[in-house]
């Protein structure tokens, strides 16, 4: 099968799968506009393991070709898809990766769920596999796109949460920390709930020298994982 048959056999299921009281709830659920399907989890799930067992064996090229597809349709569940095909070849994921998913950043993504699968998946895939590309997450803290700003502190919660690189990590979120936007707070303050259990002290630490550049929704969400000591030491001034 070719990625336009393919592509155009997708389109058709999701048509199929599509359930329109669905579609309306995902719509009220994201707080700005997306495009969808409707089709639900359990429905998507059966289609992802479809489509992986599809293109398993395909060249790169044909990969590659099959998920620009997937991102042009502007789909919540396409894009979703993507992430979910590309996660399972994460062991594969190197620079050259880590350029396509930027450019998947900065072209198709314009929704939390796809900058959370494309960071928290693939790009950390990427960089669990070559460490030195966390550097370049540095500049995307500075974006205009906010969803490029987020990425840059989703992209290291798998480092977070193995307890690796933690004075990065530091480094990124202290340059994301007086963003005022609410994704990018959000973003921020999972990533350092996620690096709490593994340096708890250096966390915490960290968060009280630099808490009048946080936000309150940022340090609650840091907060979610600490010891009810911690807890009540961060938030008392907030």
């Known amino acids: 099968m070719t990625p336009d048959a393919l592509l155009a056999h997708i389109d058709e299921s999701m048509l199929a799968l599509a359930d329109a009281g669905f579609a309306q709830g995902q719509r009220r659920f994201f707080q700005h506009e997306v495009d969808t399907y409707g089709v639900r989890t359990q429905h998507l799930t059966m289609l992802v393991r479809e489509v992986y067992a599809a293109v398993k064996t395909w060249p790169l090229a044909h990969r590659n070709a099959l998920m620009k597809g997937l991102w042009e349709t502007g789909k919540l569940e396409s894009g979703v898809l993507v992430c979910h095909v590309y996660r399972r070849f994460a062991r594969q994921c190197t620079a050259c990766e880590f350029k396509l998913f930027e450019r998947w950043i900065d072209r198709y993504v314009h929704n939390w769920a796809h900058t959370?699968?494309?960071?928290?998946?693939l790009l950390a895939a990427c960089i669990e596999n070559e460490p030195d590309l966390r550097f370049a997450?540095?500049?995307w803290t500075a974006s205009k796109n906010r969803w490029k700003r987020r990425a840059s502190a989703v992209s290291l919660l798998q480092e977070a949460k193995a307890g690796r690189h933690t004075d990065y990590i530091f480094e990124i979120t202290a340059l994301l920390l007086p963003d005022r936007d609410d994704m990018v707070e959000k973003g921020v303050g999972w990533l350092l709930k996620e690096t709490y259990p593994q340096r708890p002290?250096?966390?915490l630490d960290f968060l009280l020298r630099h808490e009048t550049a946080a936000t309150r929704l940022t340090l609650r969400y840091a907060a979610?994982?600490?010891t009810p000591e911690h807890r009540k030491s961060l938030l008392a001034s907030h």
Do not use: A, F, Q
């Open 116 to 121: 959370d699968g494309v960071s928290s998946w």
């Open 137 to 139: 997450l540095k500049p």
């Open 201 to 203: 002290v250096e966390t």
């Open 224 to 226: 979610e994982k600490m």
